[in-house]
């Protein structure tokens, strides 16, 4: 598993961890499960990381301002780069109740980490 650019990936996912208080520890045990999984080199694969337990965004009435984060779900996304070797290329943050197939992500599988850190490796 490669992820482009290690060091940056990790410190922008913590700081925007942070500005909702949630320490990266929160998400580690998903991230190692994501980075130690034998992922298929011919799919993209769309990793619902984790859930929290509250809104992270924020709400003006009934519209969310886009400024920050809005979402209670954070995903990753994982991509073959050119050899075939699968590749982390970004997280974002999504609102729970938008659609998460997989044809929404533009990847070809939904995946739970949960579901990863059960069984330390997928089968495809």
Do not use: C
Request: proline share 4%; glycine share 4%; aromatic share 12%.
């Amino acid at each position: 598993m490669i992820i482009e650019q290690a060091r940056h990936f990790k410190q922008r996912l913590t700081e925007r961890l942070e500005q909702f208080g949630i320490p990266y520890s929160d998400v580690a045990a998903e991230m190692q499960a994501v980075l130690t999984t034998d992922w298929d080199k011919n799919t993209s694969y769309a990793v619902r990381l984790k859930e929290f337990d509250q809104f992270y965004g924020q709400r003006d009435g009934d519209e969310y301002e886009r400024k920050a984060s809005n979402g209670e779900v954070l995903w990753v996304i994982i991509r073959p780069d050119p050899t075939g070797v699968p590749s982390l290329v970004t997280f974002f943050f999504r609102r729970i109740d938008q659609p998460s197939e997989a044809r929404r992500f533009t990847v070809d599988k939904i995946v739970r980490a949960k579901n990863l850190m059960k069984q330390k490796s997928l089968s495809v």
